[in-house]
């Protein structure tokens, strides 16, 4: 059962910042389809099963408890890395390279695969903590995958609802962000202590 929670806390983690990203089209009145979608998914899926898999291979490398060591360090690193990028200098530096990867009212393949491959590259590291942590590849490739899909298609249209609420001093994106940190320094801390 444990494992199973792990699984979903990763997957939750992994699919906040796509959220974040969707609103933020959503906002702008930037569509992305269906096909885009599920290449972001797809890419999210990749990156997720590269991370675990060098993650079961490193743990095989190193002995006894180093393995859950390194990867409840990874996480906390990753955590932090992602509660700092929510700040809101860092925020809008992300939001000119989001402006910059938009080029049209619904956005195609290209598109899809840059944004895709932006918004997965924590999937690598989380799924490299994920595999010394000794959980499946599969089931937590394909939920961060179902993950990343759901959140980009809701984000998008919640976006288009909710362009000016801010919680706090953060807009609804960056909070999503900053949930996705706190997942995952939770993760590191069950992982650690549970």
Not at 25 to 51: E, Q
Request: charged share 10%; with cysteine; proline share 2%.
């Amino acid at each position: 059962m444990t494992a199973w929670l792990l699984i979903l806390g990763f997957a939750v983690s992994s699919s906040l910042d796509n959220l974040g990203v969707g609103i933020s089209y959503g906002i702008r009145g930037t569509r992305i389809g269906f096909s885009s979608n599920v290449v972001i998914a797809i890419i999210c899926f990749l990156f997720s099963m590269v991370g675990i898999l060098s993650g079961q291979w490193l743990s095989k490398v190193l002995p006894g408890i180093y393995p859950v060591l390194v990867g409840a360090f990874l996480l906390f690193i990753v955590g932090i890395r992602i509660i700092l990028l929510a700040l809101p200098r860092k925020k809008q530096h992300l939001s000119r390279e989001v402006e910059h990867i938009e080029t049209s009212r619904d956005i195609g393949l290209g598109e899809a695969i840059i944004l895709g491959v932006a918004l997965s590259v924590n999937a690598i590291t989380n799924g490299l903590g994920a595999g010394l942590l000794g959980l499946s590849p599969l089931a937590i490739s394909i939920t961060a995958a179902l993950g990343s899909f759901i959140t980009v298609w809701f984000g998008v249209l919640l976006g288009q609802k909710v362009a000016g609420i801010r919680i706090g001093s953060f807009t609804v994106g960056q909070f999503g962000t900053i949930l996705s940190g706190i997942m995952l320094l939770l993760i590191a801390s069950n992982s650690l202590f549970g």
